[in-house]
């Protein structure tokens, strides 16, 4: 997705061979515009996959996540990565490792919310080493839903998560498929 490259270029910020900060447009300051565009896209590429949910992780997930609902006419779930007083029986839950944190949380989500009738699409801001991602993947599994793919903001190339998946076979629909971080600068993978 080309609108999303740029703004990546224009104002993604390395931090490290494997650390990119996208936090003016996504990760902390969220570009609407953007992201309507970023849930245009989703929406575009699993509009044939029956989507009855989706399912994504609290915080930097929800933007893109209710902007595809938006535009596929379903509800978004976010996983919390913390208790709650009001969230506390009939949870589904999962360990999540963060790489960028480096930090573990158990993540839950009401039971209520997606059953063994839905269709999920699960999607992130990035994919790196796919520890969210399996975590995520470990709650719909729990609830018996059936699981149309993944839709990815930024995918980290050099990382195996989004390798990982899809040698299981999983669909993976990365938006912007970074190859490198070296020597501080942005490379893209090439799309066929």
């Known amino acids: 997705m080309q609108a999303l490259k740029n703004k990546i270029i224009e104002e993604g910020n390395v931090l490290s061979n494997s650390v990119l900060k996208v936090d003016s447009f996504l990760n902390h300051q969220i570009d609407a515009e953007l992201m309507q565009q970023v849930g245009e896209e989703f929406s575009e590429r ?6 009855t949910k989706i399912l994504t992780l609290e915080s930097s997930g929800i933007a893109p996540s209710v902007m595809t609902s938006l535009k596929l006419g379903v509800p978004t779930v976010f996983a919390r990565k913390r208790k709650s007083l009001t969230l506390i029986d009939n949870l589904y839950t999962a360990k999540v490792h963060s790489f960028t944190k480096q930090e ?5 989500i009401s039971q209520k919310f997606i059953t063994a009738e839905d269709t999920v699409l699960i999607i992130d801001d990035f994919l790196a080493n796919g520890q969210a991602a399996l975590g995520l993947m470990d709650i719909v599994e729990q609830a018996g839903a059936s699981l149309a793919g993944f839709g990815i903001v930024i995918e980290k190339g050099f990382q195996t998560g989004g390798k990982e998946l899809r040698e299981r076979g999983i669909r993976v629909e990365s938006l912007a498929i970074i190859e490198s971080l070296e020597n501080e600068k942005v490379t893209f993978k090439e799309e066929k």
Request: without cysteine; proline residues 0%.
């Open 46 to 51: 699993f509009k044939d996959a029956g989507i």
């Open 104 to 108: 573990t949380n158990e993540i839950s």
